[in-house]
């Protein structure tokens, strides 16, 4: 026994039509990028409450660093560590600590079962959480750099370069902080992991690596953050060296693609569970 289809009446919203083949099926899944600015827009609405207070922390975090360090350097080149690895400090802060806690809790809680069926790409709920995170970064970002200049007397000629390192070492943050809250079994491990790589970003990008020992300057190589510091740091010189400043920002334009695509591999391990 068939099934007449539904006619559709004028002026009256479409209808599915059942068939004696069965329902009809539904539409194509959302593309990548009309997706990832819907995550984008919801994410970055619903983070806007709590803006203020993590700016605050994180600047604030940064700027302290800067005024405790101003009496122990003794170079320029030392300053400018200080300085480049002060201002990423906020960058990780955001996009590496709060991210992992952010996807810690959202998976402990059943909030990835939401996700899971809107018709939106993994990536996108992943690159677009990552992205409204990483946007609180940039405030706080040049507010720092531009009061480490004036304290350390540096020049704010090449601050523009931010534009440039905030995204690439936020994105290679993030996929990290991401995938950390993703994978960690327990929201408190996430919570930790973040603290951990945060930690790691402020003592290994603050200091000067010149008064570090070996082995702690092959780690300092090791975190994707340090290239973002080392990009910023060499634009203090006179006559920076650009190619070097490009050949550190592609590790981090690298590294951010891999570690997305590990917390995109992460986001839908999670959400089969």
């Not at 600015?37 to 922390?57: D, E, K, T």
């Not at 946007?135 to 706080?140: A, Y």
């Not at 003592?203 to 092959?218: A, S």
């Not at 300092?220 to 080392?230: A, W």
Request: with cysteine; hydrophobic share 55%.
């Amino acid at each position: 026994m068939s099934v007449a289809p539904v006619k559709v009446l004028a002026g009256s919203a479409p209808t599915v039509e059942n068939t004696a083949q069965g329902p009809a099926r539904l539409g194509p899944r959302a593309r990548l990028w009309p997706s990832l600015v819907a995550v984008y827009r919801a994410q970055l609405s619903r983070a806007r409450v709590a803006r203020i207070p993590l700016l605050f922390v994180a600047t604030f975090q940064s700027v302290g660093i800067m005024i405790m360090m101003r009496g122990v350097v003794d170079t320029r080149g030392e300053a400018q560590s200080v300085v480049a690895g002060s201002s990423i400090v906020v960058v990780a802060y955001v996009a590496l600590n709060l991210l992992s806690q952010y996807f810690g809790q959202l998976r402990a809680s059943g909030g990835l079962d939401h996700y899971a069926t809107l018709p939106v790409p993994p990536a996108a709920v992943v690159l677009g959480a990552a992205a409204a995170y990483a946007s609180f970064t940039v405030p706080g970002t040049l507010v720092t750099a531009v009061f480490g200049c004036l304290l350390f007397g540096l020049p704010l000629t090449n601050l523009w370069i931010l534009l440039a390192v905030i995204p690439l070492a936020g994105a290679a943050l993030a996929g990290l902080g991401a995938a950390c809250g993703l994978l960690a079994p327990r929201p408190e491990l996430a919570t930790l992991l973040g603290q951990l790589g945060m930690s790691a970003a402020l003592l290994l990008g603050v200091l000067p690596p010149d008064r570090m020992p070996e082995i702690v300057r092959l780690a300092r190589d090791l975190l994707p953050s340090t290239y973002g510091v080392e990009a910023y740091a060499r634009t203090f010189g006179n006559g920076p060296d650009w190619a070097r400043v490009l050949a550190d920002l592609g590790v981090c334009a690298g590294v951010g693609v891999i570690s997305l695509a590990v917390a995109t591999w992460a986001y839908r391990r999670a959400a089969v569970r």
